[in-house]
């Protein structure tokens, strides 16, 4: 199986922690260079070693928000000029905030559709050129196994995961020969992020956060949440020479938690 990414380029997003930090260190273990982008520098900082020692050749980082897209855009384009072409792409951010989908406000929605959906096509325009020219292009959305199966208390999160996997079923039949596009759906796993919502949840429920979490394992066949760096795993093959021919797909990694096929 060719998993070799040596010599190729991947800029990972949210890569300061959680799915997004070991999507880095998987691809960095396939030879992958890894430019890092997250809002924390200290993180990315402190990632850079690491990354080196798993076999990236070059790191970068930079430092960048996706609620800001004009900064976002001048500091990518800035990235490419100074350091090359990027072939690899991975769109990940945290979620919106959990709650029911009545409560939620007009603003509820704006601000996570802009963090995932048009930072993501802002970052696919600026990239595609390069793919092209290297006739080998990836591009991973990590998403949630709400596309299939919305989850309870996260309507915000399911609407914009959704609306996610259409735009890149779409792109899938636009973007030519050599670049491919994915979805990965995880189900629940161990991040901060799931942390979070287990608390927030809890306090909404007035179950408490253990009992959110327990809630979850019951829910998933394997009989636990699922790790980081399995979630990795995946999006690094789906990077990979390996997967050339999966193109447009949604896959989940979710334990077996959801009951469709």
Not at 86 to 115: C, H, M, W
Not at 174 to 181: K, M, Q, R, S, V
Request: proline share 6%; net charge neutral; aromatic share 4%.
């Amino acid at each position: 199986m060719d998993l070799d990414l040596i010599g190729r380029h991947a800029l990972v997003c949210g890569a300061s922690q959680g799915i997004g930090k070991a999507a880095a260190f998987e691809l960095a273990s396939l030879g992958c260079n890894i430019t890092l982008l997250a809002r924390s520098p200290d993180k990315l900082a402190a990632l850079r070693p690491i990354l080196a020692n798993a076999g990236a050749r070059e790191t970068h980082m930079l430092v960048a928000d996706l609620d800001d897209r004009a900064g976002l855009a001048k500091a990518v384009s800035d990235h490419l000029e100074h350091s090359g072409p990027i072939q690899i792409l991975v769109n990940n951010t945290g979620g919106p905030a959990s709650g029911p989908l009545l409560e939620a406000k007009d603003e509820d929605f704006l601000k996570p559709y802009g963090r995932h959906l048009l930072a993501s096509h802002l970052l696919v325009k600026l990239l595609v050129p390069g793919m092209k020219e290297a006739g080998y292009g990836r591009i991973v959305n990590v998403l949630s196994s709400s596309v299939r199966e919305p989850i309870p208390g996260l309507g915000v999160s399911n609407t914009i995961r959704a609306t996610m996997a259409s735009w890149a079923k779409t792109l899938s039949r636009e973007l030519p020969p050599g670049i491919t596009i994915n979805s990965i759906l995880p189900g629940y796993v161990d991040t901060e992020r799931l942390t979070e919502l287990s608390t927030d949840m809890g306090l909404r429920s007035g179950k408490g956060a253990k009992a959110i979490k327990q809630a979850w394992v019951d829910a998933t066949p394997e009989g636990r949440l699922g790790t980081p760096s399995e979630l990795g795993s995946a999006i690094a093959f789906l990077c990979s020479p390996a997967a050339s021919f999966v193109r447009g797909i949604v896959m989940p990694v979710d334990g077996g938690r959801l009951w469709s096929i």
